[in-house]
Structure formats: C-alpha cells, structure tokens
C-alpha cells in the first residue's frame, strides 16, 4: 500500500490564475460575516478565498455547512472534480508531464483537443500547462482552444503532492459545477454567504483585459451581476463582492457599504509596470472591523 503524504498544510491555491486573490486575503478576511449556512463562490479561480475559510473552519473560527464551487470555466471546473475525486491517478499523470516537460512536448500536449482526453488526463493537462505557459495565463482562441505559448521558466514546479492532497481533503463533499454566474440565483437561499469575484471592470478603456473564456465579460454582464446581487440582497443572503475601484462600479454598488482595498497589480500590458492600485469590496452587511 502506498503511504498517503500527510495533508495538515494550510491548502492554498495550487493554480497560477489572473486576479487570484492570496495577495488580498490579509486585507478580505477580517470581512468575513461572523455566521453563516451555506458557502458559494461563483467565481472560484484559484479558490483563494475558498482554501482561506477551510482552514478557518479547521481552526473553529468559521462555521459553516456546505460548499458550491462554480466557474464557467470547464477545464478548470474538471481539473478541481479530478482533485477531489480521484488525485492519486492525477498525480501519476502529472509526473509523466514533468519528466517529459519541453518545448516540443509542451505544443503537442496543447494542441491535443479536450473532447478527446478522460476527465483525469484532461485535469493533468489542464495543471501541466497552467503551470508551463507564459505568465499562467489561460486565454482560448474562438474554437475554444487553448493558445498560451510556453513561458520561460528553467525549472517551472508543475506540481505539490502534499499541497495536490491537502486540496482533495479540503474538496471532500463539495459541490463543484461549471455554471454561468447568473445560475446563483437557482441556488442561494436566505442564511448563504457568497464571495463574487468576477473578471474586473477595465480600469479605462483602453487597458488591457485578460480573456478567460471565449465569452467576455463586459460592462452589461457588470450590470447583470449587479442586479443579482440585488436580488440576493432581497433573499437575505450574506454577500461580499470585489472589483476595481473605478467610478462605473462604485456607482453599480452605490447603495452597499463599499471598503477601499490596495492591491499590488499590472496596471498595464507591461508586467514590469506593477503599482498599487485601489480595489472595492462591497457588503451587504455591516463587517465587525468597519
Ligand atoms: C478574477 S477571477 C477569480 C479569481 C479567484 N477569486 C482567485 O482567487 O483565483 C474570475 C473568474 O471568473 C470566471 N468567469 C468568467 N466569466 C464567468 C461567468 N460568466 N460566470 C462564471 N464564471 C465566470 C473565470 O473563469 C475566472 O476564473
């Protein structure tokens, strides 16, 4: 019988992911409501938040009684199924990618098509070039193909066995769907806290935005989502949303309790020119630190 590694690590995202929010979370969490039923983020990403309130609830700090994942993003959705149901076989996988990682293997595995792959070997596929391409970007051409080229790394960790394990422990029992955001409002009941992270208003017009699904995520899905949020307002449902800090969407939230946050990010296509830059965090309810 092979030994499974120990798994009492904090989890913590093991993807590389546009806007993820570990670098946020010291200045989130304290936001956290103090009760509540249900969990759902239906932006999960690297599930940065998510990893954070487990371990919370490890230490008898939350409480809470289940969980829904939901992207619309379907490799990635697939790749935390196969983390939570099946990651000794995707660990196999993932070595086999790490011994034969090079430049030719890594467009032959790209340019494999997804319909074709098992869920597992499309999970294995789906880390390997996440942790492989240029800047873990996940972009897709209109067919809905992967198109990152390789990045630059002499040595890229494409993998963590304890960090892989801890992540299936902490994914026990959790419901994890590829939905449209606009699917919540089939879900959330009165009691539910729900963490929105959606793909961030530009910050002008002109600057640059990361695609992560063929369908773009523009002014009128910020509109819709906003008037979610009001819907989930209604139901009585506890709920935290981030986003830029920019006029249009200090206005969509203008009746919610709206916190300024400083997050070190790219402000434009150059990733060298990083600044800090104001972000909002928006409640429904009054936090125990405001
Ligand atoms: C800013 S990222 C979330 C980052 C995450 N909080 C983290 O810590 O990594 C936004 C996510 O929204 C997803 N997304 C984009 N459009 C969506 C839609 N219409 N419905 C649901 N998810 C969507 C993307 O696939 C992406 O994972």
């Known amino acids: 019988m092979t030994a499974v590694p120990p798994t009492s690590i904090t989890p913590k995202p093991f993807l590389k992911w546009a806007g993820g929010k570990t670098q946020l979370l010291s200045q989130i969490a304290p936001h956290f409501p ?4 249900r969990y759902s983020e239906p932006f999960t990403g690297s599930a940065a938040v998510y990893w954070h309130l487990y371990s919370l609830r490890e230490q008898d700090r939350a409480q809470f009684t289940s969980v829904r994942l939901a992207d619309s993003n379907a490799e990635l959705v697939n790749c935390y199924q196969v983390v939570r149901d099946d990651v000794a076989t995707l660990i196999k996988k993932l070595t086999k990618h790490r011994q034969q990682h090079q430049k030719d293997y890594y467009y032959h595995i790209r340019a494999q098509q997804v319909a074709d792959l098992s869920p597992v070997d499309r999970a294995a596929r789906f880390i390997y070039l996440n942790k ?13 193909q992967f198109n990152v080229p390789m990045g630059r790394y002499q040595n890229p960790a494409i993998f ?13 029992g959790v419901e994890i769907v590829q939905a449209d955001f606009r699917e919540l409002l089939d879900w959330a009941q009165c009691g539910d806290f729900i963490y929105f992270d959606p793909p961030y208003a530009p910050l002008s017009p002109t600057a640059s935005f990361t695609s992560y699904t063929p369908h773009p995520f523009g002014q009128r899905e910020q509109q819709e989502l906003a008037d979610i949020y009001r819907e989930l307002n ?3 449902c ?11 969407i200090l206005d969509l939230y203008s009746d919610f309790h709206c916190l300024e946050l400083k997050a070190s990010r790219a402000i434009n296509s150059k990733a060298d020119n990083r600044g800090r830059v104001s972000e909002v965090l928006v409640m429904n309810y009054q936090s125990l630190c405001s």
């Open 160 to 172: 963590d066995t304890t960090a892989l394990h801890s992540a299936s422990r902490t994914l026990q």
């Open 238 to 248: 506890l709920l935290m949303l981030s986003n830029s800090w920019t006029p249009t």
């Open 234 to 236: 209604r139901r009585g």
């Open 132 to 144: 492989t391409c240029y800047n873990g970007l996940y972009r897709v051409n209109r067919a809905g």
């Open 34 to 37: 103090a009760a509540f039923n």
